[in-house]
């Protein structure tokens, strides 16, 4: 063991002689992870909307006004017509145009039903959708409380209306703040683009300045080898977790409400899979640029059908199965259940099955991979 502790003592002076290796592991994800979830924001608002008035009537006003005052939309034009009002939407002054057509209040009070017109640029899909739903629900509001005014039923009257009254409740996020959902993924990205990357290129560096051959001369065996490369990353890899976690707390008020040390369970099994991912990457690849390139195709991979960004459950049965083949969607899923939901060992305890097996798997194709030459 005492050739490991000098392996060990070697590594260690490396992270810490090399600055921007220490900037790179430490300060950038601190700033990533206080300036992303800001961006990463998936929350709509501030629609443009154009509206098109051709009834100019008390009703029309009112409904223009509930929808200008909903918080949701912002009026971008009062057009005099509809084409000109798709004018807006092509030249990007507008994402939805509500036409009100003429006859809108006669129709409303003698007849109890009138049509209005939607239109909606869907080239971005998300806004699109979510900004139609907004609309739909501000217009359904105001259609109820118009009903109620008029007292459009067919009840005798004095008799009471009949009404379902839905009363929600939200878990979890009661605000239905995105921040609560996007921090913890986000901060398991960072620990693991950091983690993937750092022991990507460890073993790579080696070859290329020729330390590679001195090791190998040495009795040193190969689970030695690869555990030396391991053990100052794992620890660097929760000291940056534990800043995250920091940061959560000080910077966005996210503290878990589960066990922090299940959370610190799961982040010290996460990377020993994910250092053992990387060390494997770097055991096939002979120069830093090409370890890099394969670490970053990997790394896509895992952000984007990790459940980060869509939900796994949306996604074909085929990217469902490959999703649950890479430990960072396990591994986000942990995160989430336990700083958001509070759950415990044995609600997320099947999960933690899973990153054994990535460890146990990616850290013996690590010590296998290894070509001792002598």
């Known amino acids: 063991m005492s050739v490991l502790r000098f392996l060990l003592e070697k590594e260690f002076r490396q992270i810490f002689r090399d600055r921007t290796i220490l900037a790179m ?7 990533q992870l206080i300036i992303l979830p800001l961006a990463a924001d998936f929350e709509v608002s501030n629609i443009n909307v154009a509206l098109v008035d051709q009834d100019h009537s008390s009703y029309s006003r009112a409904l223009m006004t509930k929808i200008a005052s ?13 084409p000109e009002a798709l004018t807006l939407v092509e030249n990007g002054q507008a994402d939805l145009v509500l036409q009100i ?16 017109g939607m239109a909606v640029d869907a080239i971005n ?9 907004y609309l739909s629900a501000v217009i359904a509001d105001y259609n109820h409380s118009l009903a ?15 009404a379902i009254e839905v009363v929600s409740s939200d878990w979890f996020n009661p605000r239905r703040e995105y ?10 990205l960072l620990l693991t683009l950091v983690g993937g990357f750092m022991s ?13 051959e001195q090791i190998n001369v040495t009795p040193i065996k190969k689970w030695q080898f690869i555990l030396g490369k391991l053990i ?38 996460y990377l020993v899979a994910l250092l053992g991912f990387g060390l494997l990457i770097s055991t096939f690849c002979d120069t830093q640029l090409q370890a890099m390139f394969v670490a970053f195709f990997f790394m896509m991979i895992f952000m984007l059908m990790s459940g980060f960004f869509t939900s796994i459950d949306s996604m074909p049965n085929w990217a469902r199965s490959l999703s649950n083949l890479t430990p960072v969607t396990h591994f986000i899923k942990v995160v989430r259940l336990i700083v958001l939901k509070g759950s415990g060992l044995r609600e997320v305890g099947m999960e933690l099955v899973y990153l054994i097996g990535f460890a146990l798997v990616l850290n013996a194709g690590a010590i296998m991979n290894y070509r001792k030459t002598s």
């Open 25 to 31: 592991m430490f300060a950038l994800p601190t700033v």
């Open 101 to 116: 057509p003429a006859g809108f209040e006669r129709n409303l009070v003698r007849e109890g039903h009138q049509e209005v």
């Open 148 to 162: 109620m005014n008029l007292n459009l039923t067919s009840q005798p009257v004095g008799a009471p209306a009949p």
């Open 232 to 269: 100052p990353f794992w620890i660097v890899g929760i000291v940056v977790f534990t800043t995250g976690l920091i940061v959560m707390y000080l910077v966005y008020g996210i503290f878990p409400k589960g066990s922090i040390a299940v959370l610190y369970l799961f982040a010290a099994v």
């Open 179 to 188: 921040k609560y959902y996007m921090v913890p993924g986000i901060l398991v």
């Open 125 to 133: 899909g998300t806004k699109s959708s979510i900004g139609a739903g």
């Open 200 to 212: 990507a290129l460890n073993i790579v560096r080696e070859k290329e300045i020729g330390t590679i």
């Open 70 to 82: 909903s918080g949701y939309f912002r009026v971008s034009g009062n057009a005099v017509s509809y």
